[in-house]
């Protein structure tokens, strides 16, 4: 049972580099998100997908863009990084978003490091 | 924009000690829940509160909404080494376009020390 898989687990960019997050989940989940963690600030969501074919923005959009390539699928990209956006990135699912109470699942994280 | 204050941010105790972590905040919630999260591993789900003064037991980890639905608390007894962890409360953003969104504390890291 993998849940939700995200790749890769470690990255190290130079400044203005840009890179692709990828997630995975095999839940059959409708509802897609993508959170930055840092120290003392718990989880930061930057981007989500209510349903196959959309996306918005969450709280910390800025330099970020996103796609939900199926209804497996939801990449995140930066298209040029800064050293701002070090950090843990985790990307979670859930059921149905409009559906209260459900748990999110989540991914073990990609930790990105920009030089 | 509803916020989450956790308390305290960091508690090192030794096994066998009780402790108690707050999430408190100024809006009401119409549930919260608490994730607990490994190193290098994604938070994973405890528990799910959703009345106002309703306690859950969890082996030793017990769980409290307030009456008003503005705060919980999470309360460890006899603490053991494989308690240790950060400990995340989270609670669902309000409105028809929600779409199970959280929001979440900044979280409690707890090191239990044997």
């Known amino acids: 049972n993998a849940g939700v898989t995200q790749t890769p687990k470690f990255q190290v960019l130079k400044t203005g580099q840009s890179m692709t997050l990828q997630c995975a989940q095999d839940?059959?989940?409708?509802?897609m998100y993508w959170y930055r963690q840092d120290p003392g600030m718990g989880l930061r969501l930057i981007y989500y997908?209510?349903?196959?074919?959309?996306?918005d923005k969450g709280e910390v959009p800025n330099g970020y863009n996103v796609s939900r390539l199926n209804k497996r699928e939801f990449s995140l990209r930066l298209e040029s990084a800064a050293p701002s956006q070090t950090s843990v990135y985790f990307c979670?699912?859930?059921?149905?978003?409009?559906?209260?109470?459900?748990?999110?699942?989540f991914g073990d994280g990609t930790r990105l490091s920009i030089l | 924009t509803q916020l989450l204050e956790q308390s305290p941010q960091f508690l090192s105790i030794q096994e066998g000690e009780n402790l108690t972590v707050y999430c408190n905040s100024s809006?009401?919630?119409?549930?919260l829940q608490w994730y607990r999260q490994e190193p290098g591993e994604g938070p994973v789900l405890l528990v799910t509160?959703?009345?106002?003064?309703e306690v859950k037991k969890l082996k030793r980890l017990t769980f409290q909404f307030g009456d008003a639905r503005k705060d919980s608390s999470l309360h460890i007894t006899a603490a053991q080494t494989g308690d240790t962890g950060l400990y995340l409360c989270?609670?669902?953003?309000?409105?028809?376009?929600?779409?199970?969104?959280?929001?979440f504390g900044q979280g409690t890291i707890l090191t239990v020390h044997p």
């Open positions: 979670a699912s859930i059921l149905r978003g409009f559906i209260s109470n459900q748990p999110q699942h």
């Open positions: 839940m059959n989940h409708n509802s």
């Open positions: 997908s209510a349903s196959e074919g959309t996306t």
């Open positions: 809006s009401v919630f119409s549930s």
């Open positions: 509160v959703v009345t106002g003064g």
């Open positions: 989270a609670g669902p953003e309000t409105g028809g376009t929600s779409y199970g969104k959280l929001t």
